[in-house]
């Protein structure tokens, strides 16, 4: 895997989220350690895929901060931060194995780190296959597989539940707390609990104002 110097943590203060002209959630301040876990919730629309998306860079922020406690100089969130969001970032074209080949090249991580990585998810037997024959839930695994690939100390989650069975779900939760145990942190939008023992929950009920 490649390596990531480790973090104090994140800090959010006074974070601010507006959509078109509606404000979706205003002064919300936390921090996350490491070792964190940080289950978001909260109805549909107040904000947590808004949230999940500012964190990784992917939405501006317009007022208040986020800020990596420990940074080097010119080291940014989009450093340490491995995102995974509703779309399962795969290619149907590409035989299952060539999708996270290309994720290794992209993030430099060793082409034998592959075939352990499919094999977090039980998609090993499937590798030769396109990914455009698989079912959701197979798409939603590969996907997934980004996570035991890839080391970055900070995981951004967006509903990574959906389409899983069961025992997706419970080799996600292995994934997740073995990431936990190491110094990594995640932040999670679920619904389903994991069972990951400390986990701190933030709720963006209010659409406003939320803390812990």
Not at 62 to 83: C, F, K, M, S
Request: glycine share 12%; proline share 4%.
């Amino acid at each position: 895997m490649t390596t990531s110097e480790p973090l104090t943590g994140l800090t959010v203060t006074k974070l601010c989220c507006v959509r078109g002209e509606r404000q979706v959630f205003r002064d919300l301040s936390f921090h996350v350690a490491p070792g964190d876990m940080l289950s978001l919730v909260g109805p549909n629309g107040s904000g947590k895929s808004s949230l999940l998306r500012q964190l990784a860079g992917l939405l501006e922020v317009t007022d208040g901060e986020i800020n990596l406690d420990g940074a080097g100089e010119d080291q940014t969130v989009a450093d340490v931060v491995l995102y995974a969001g509703h779309l399962d970032a795969v290619k149907a074209p590409l035989r299952v194995s060539e999708n996270l080949s290309f994720w290794a090249a992209f993030y430099g991580v060793s082409a034998t780190q592959v075939e352990p990585a499919l094999e977090a998810f039980s998609l090993g037997h499937l590798g030769h296959l396109p990914a455009g024959v698989l079912s959701a839930g197979q798409k939603r695994r590969l996907g997934l597989s980004r996570l035991a690939l890839i080391d970055r100390p900070l995981w951004l989650l967006d509903e990574p539940t959906v389409s899983l069975d069961t025992a997706s779900i419970a080799a996600l939760g292995d994934l997740m707390r073995s990431h936990l145990k190491t110094g990594g942190s995640i932040i999670a939008a679920t619904h389903v609990d994991l069972g990951l023992e400390g986990t701190r929950v933030l709720d963006l009920s209010s659409n406003g104002g939320a803390s812990l």
